[in-house]
């Protein structure tokens, strides 16, 4: 070829590297870049792809190609996830998708929305320290991913949805944990038509039953979408005060014949709303606090300091934690941070497309090539970061480095156009969480649990642990 296309492991015929798809999964994210080097080509069946593993190369892409020559892939199994791509997660770049962006930002995302909902965080903050509480004093273990999950959605659902969790009708406040991870293996069903686009992909997908599999595994999750929407349109919330994105966008479509919109919202963008709102913002805070207590589990020097800080910095008889108690504790953020570095909660965020031919890092990328930034080998690369795979937050003492996109050796929202709407919420949910459970608990793991049986392959983190209040 004339052109300079990047190395990588050889391809079988038709189905290239289709065998070699394991070499993204968690446990081996950083083998194709020890081998290949930080752009590697690969191709799932016909499907061309790039995966970018170091700060340059993605510095290059989020920086210069994101803005002008990168769009979404629209593959089968994000059109189904997507509600036609009507959602703004797996959107292609355009005027749908900018409209939806712009809502979000407007209705949920701004620092005025953020200020106006500190009170719903507070609050279920506080019923979390209750409920912990009462199991540290009959001292049974907690399930601390079953918690934490309850706490994000109980959040997210009140700012969101305008629906009480712990008494809904349509969810038991405890299955979200069980919902999400549904959904993940749902959306996780291989798809050959993704590798093969075209009649014959789509063709074995429906004789292999894969397409089926695919969309009963998405049934539940539209259920429960529908019933989220239901409860709007059978209570008219448009005309209370306090009414929700999903309130301001029903109004918006009873009106739009005479408003003359640019676009003309449909059911799928309602839903597509409410899916991107459950699936990008309930597992990725609540995650990253799940991670975050193991690693401070699993390293007592770190938690000593850690709550020795909050503790002396915020005196011992608080009854309740407010947001601004975050603003004063600085190692605190650290610790944070660092959790954000060794196990962002997107490891190679969402999949971008090139839609016209570009270069990186010297290398040629024809149109039409998905692109991986595999954020999680940047946050690991040893030519970053001293001892990359210690959870250390003193690495960050003496360092500028942060998390919001604008250094490229730490993404775990992303970067450029697509960068995650939702990071200054995350991050707050994810401070705010922590917080709490390390000023007012001590924790430990039950006795005879060992970490190695507990984290297999850096994939899980662990369910049961210890609770005292402090
Ligand atoms: C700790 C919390 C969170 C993390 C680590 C996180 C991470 C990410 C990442 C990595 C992306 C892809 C960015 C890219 O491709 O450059 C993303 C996109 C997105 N996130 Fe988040 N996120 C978090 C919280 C949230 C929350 C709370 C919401 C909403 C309630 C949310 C909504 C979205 C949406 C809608 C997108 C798609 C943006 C687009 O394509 O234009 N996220 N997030």
Avoid at 242 to 250: A, C, F, T
Avoid at 336 to 356: G, N, Q
Wanted: net charge neutral; proline share 4%.
């Amino acid at each position: 070829s004339k052109w300079n296309l990047p190395p990588g492991p050889k391809k079988l015929p038709i189905i290239g590297n289709l065998h070699q798809r394991q070499e993204l999964n968690p446990r081996n994210r950083r083998s194709l870049s020890q081998k290949y080097g930080p752009v590697v080509l690969l191709r799932f069946g016909f499907v061309p792809v790039v995966v970018i593993s170091s700060k340059e190369a993605a510095e290059e892409v989020l920086k210069i190609h994101d803005l002008e020559c990168c769009s979404r892939p629209e593959t089968a199994r994000t059109r189904a996830i997507s509600y036609n791509f009507k959602d703004i997660g797996f959107a292609p770049y355009g005027e749908e998708w900018r409209v939806m962006r712009k809502l979000s930002v407007v209705e949920l995302f701004s620092a005025k929305k953020l200020q106006s909902f500190r009170y719903i965080r507070e609050e279920e903050n506080d019923l979390l320290v209750k409920k912990l509480s009462e199991l540290a004093l009959s001292r049974s273990s907690v399930n601390i991913k079953k918690t934490l999950y309850t706490l994000v959605g109980s959040i997210v659902f009140r700012i969101a949805f305008g629906i009480n969790l712990h008494e809904c009708e349509f969810i038991d406040e405890d299955n979200i944990a069980d919902l999400v991870h549904k959904s993940e293996l749902a959306t996780g069903t291989s798809i050959l038509s993704d590798s093969f686009p075209g009649r014959i992909g789509r063709f074995i997908d429906l004789i292999s039953g894969q397409k089926k599999r695919l969309e009963s595994g998405l049934l539940e999750l539209d259920t429960f979408f529908q019933n989220i929407l239901d409860d709007h349109i059978k209570h008219d919330r448009t005309v209370r005060e306090s009414s929700d994105i999903i309130d301001v966008m029903i109004n918006m479509m009873k009106k739009q014949d005479k408003d003359g919109n640019s676009i003309k919202l449909t059911t799928d963008h309602l839903k597509g709303m409410i899916s991107d709102i459950f699936l990008a913002g309930v597992s990725t805070s609540a995650s990253t606090m799940i991670w975050a207590m193991t690693e401070l589990i699993r390293n007592p020097r770190v938690m000593k300091k850690v709550q020795d800080e909050i503790r002396t910095t915020l005196g011992e008889k608080k009854e309740r934690i407010e947001e601004q108690d975050l603003n004063k504790l600085h190692y605190f953020k650290l610790m944070v941070k660092e959790a954000f570095r060794l196990h962002p909660a997107a490891p190679l965020l969402l999949p971008r497309e090139t839609f016209s031919h570009i270069k990186i890092q010297g290398y040629d990328i024809p149109a039409k090539t998905q692109l991986l930034i595999n954020a999680y080998a940047i946050a690991r690369d040893p030519k970053q970061w001293t001892n990359p795979d210690e959870f250390n937050p003193d690495r960050f003492l003496d360092s500028s480095i942060d998390y919001r996109g604008l250094n490229f050796e730490l993404l775990p929202f992303g970067s450029g156009r697509r960068i995650c709407p939702g990071m200054s919420l995350g991050i707050t949910l994810v401070e705010l969480g922590l917080l709490n459970l390390l000023y007012f608990f001590d924790w430990g793991l039950l006795e005879n649990e060992a970490f190695d049986k507990i984290i297999s392959n850096n994939e899980v983190a662990f369910d049961l642990v210890q609770v005292v209040r402090h």
